[in-house]
């Protein structure tokens, strides 16, 4: 079988999120296990190598180029929903993000049927929201990231999605170390950077480290960095492709989110390694966490969060408890690679027939 997983957005390297790195690991176990697995995104224009490659394409009339630097295809359009000229066609789409029901009905003209893979709610919020009656989208079945993102679909849509959690290599995120720290990761609005600035600064005692995720802006990154300047207790970070270290030094993951996450794929990383999560109560959070950890609701004072943090900081009992939950949560059958590849599969290969 050939599958191509598909996004109209930008893809590894250039925009490192859940969405791109569980792509990344769905198709290199899925080229491992015999079956043709390639990736369809954005051209990002922005960058200088990006748009070398649309004059190339341009030059050569051709819509898609290829980079192969990930071990598998990456074809790289302006537009993923457009004619895709020089796109070989798979036996099966599976659309995951950006612009998903224009993908759909492109490779529906042409005989390739789709599956919708929801990692976020592009299908209920936003400028993107899809319209319409269930009849009319393009897909041939649904897979969600999470019970949470499943509930919302069907309330949208009235469709039922089988739910298969991100994908994790549980190895890569094993680490023990001196558990020194509290790291808050990708430092955004969206990600509750102000009640984590807020909580720092309610507990001066306590050390912590905020790690770069998504791309910020000159004003953005000056701003985050000044205000940090006057936190003595706080450093920033680059993010790094081996999370590792990072890991091996937390005591507690902070995961404020002010949005409705659909998953949080930083709170199972930590887990893996007994790392308990102090979280929101945003969207899917509650379900990622589950007993391995402490949720507060999402616009709650900061003193409450501190309060919170100071217990499982301090108190060793307590944090023993929390260490141990989470490592049985993390182990759950829910989050077993082998078990989510079947799943998808099972999908998969109904749907091609």
């Not at 898609?64 to 457009?82: A, E, F, H, N, T």
């Not at 319209?131 to 649904?142: E, H, I, K, N, V």
């Not at 910020?216 to 207790?233: T, Y």
């Not at 937390?250 to 949080?264: F, H, I, K, N, Y």
């Amino acid at each position: 079988m050939n599958i191509l997983l598909a996004s109209g957005t930008a893809y590894l390297p250039h925009v490192v999120g859940g969405v791109e790195v569980n792509t990344h690991e769905l198709a290199l176990e899925l080229n491992r296990r015999g079956v043709r697995t390639s990736v369809l995104s954005r051209l990002p224009l922005r960058r200088v190598d990006g748009a070398l490659r649309a004059v190339s394409n341009f030059i050569h009339g051709t819509d898609v180029c290829v980079d192969r630097q990930l071990g598998y295809d990456v074809y790289l359009s302006r537009k993923p929903w457009g004619s895709l000229d020089g796109l070989p066609l798979p036996r099966l789409v599976v659309v995951q993000n950006g612009n998903m029901v224009e993908i759909g009905k492109a490779f529906a003209c042409r005989g390739v049927p789709a599956i919708a893979y929801l990692h976020g709610l592009e299908f209920d919020i936003g400028r993107r929201r899809w319209t319409g009656s269930t009849g009319s989208l393009p897909f041939r079945a649904y897979i969600a990231n999470s019970e949470f993102t499943a509930a919302r679909l069907r309330d949208r849509f009235g469709v039922q999605a089988c739910v298969i959690p991100p994908v994790f290599r549980a190895e890569r995120y094993r680490v023990a170390g001196d558990r020194r720290c509290v790291t808050f990761i990708n430092p955004v609005v969206e990600k509750g950077v102000e009640i984590a600035l807020a909580i720092a600064e309610q507990c001066p005692e306590i050390p912590f480290r905020f790690v770069k995720g998504w791309p910020l802006g000159m004003r953005q990154a000056a701003l985050l960095k000044g205000r940090i300047r006057r936190l003595a207790n706080v450093e920033l970070v680059e993010r790094s492709g081996d999370m590792s270290p990072i890991y091996a030094s937390t005591r507690v993951l902070l995961a404020p989110s002010q949005w409705a996450e659909t998953w949080g794929r930083v709170v199972s990383e930590a887990q893996f390694s007994g790392i308990p999560v102090l979280a929101s109560d945003r969207g899917a959070l509650p379900e990622t966490v589950g007993p391995g950890g402490a949720i507060i609701k999402y616009d709650a004072p900061a003193y409450t969060w501190a309060t919170e943090l100071r217990r499982m900081w301090s108190d060793d009992l307590y944090y023993q408890q929390l260490q141990q939950a989470a490592l049985t949560h993390s182990r759950r059958p829910e989050l077993d690679f082998g078990q989510q590849i079947d799943a998808f599969l099972a999908v998969a290969t109904r749907i091609a027939a």
